[in-house]
């Protein structure tokens, strides 16, 4: 079994930054790709970005348009989100995810196997 938890997320005003953390851990952690979905109240989860566990390959959500840049530290088990200009529609739970299979992994939520309980993001203006 593989555990995520999420880190990092809070209150911030419009214009400013926040880095969120994800650690994973488990005997049986493996992944081919991490990625950070959201989901804003009475919206369906939406992917933001993924990146490859051993290749160096990163994607983007296009509404992003820069703002955002996720990393890893693979030593560490761990997926960082450093979020810049935050706005207000911004504003939602952040979650990350564990594909196992896809190298590039994938913008489908269904394809993730591990989720994480998630950290709020709320974004003032």
């Known amino acids: 079994q593989v555990q995520l938890a999420e880190s990092g997320g809070g209150l911030v005003q419009e214009g400013n930054s926040l880095r969120l953390s994800c650690v994973a851990s488990?005997?049986?952690?493996?992944?081919?790709?991490m990625a950070w979905f959201r989901q804003a109240p009475g919206k369906a989860r939406e992917f933001v970005a993924v990146i490859s566990w051993r290749r160096d390959y990163t994607y983007y959500a296009d509404f992003l348009k820069g703002r955002f840049t996720i990393s890893r530290d693979s030593a560490k088990n761990t997926v960082y989100l450093q979020m810049n200009s935050l706005k207000p529609e911004d504003t939602a739970v952040y979650y990350c995810?564990?594909?196992?299979?896809?190298?590039?992994?994938?913008?489908?939520?269904?394809?993730?196997?591990?989720w994480g309980q998630g950290t709020q993001v709320t974004v003032s203006s």
């Open positions: 488990g005997r049986s952690f493996s992944a081919a790709a």
């Open positions: 995810a564990v594909d196992q299979i896809r190298p590039g992994g994938s913008v489908t939520p269904s394809d993730y196997t591990y």
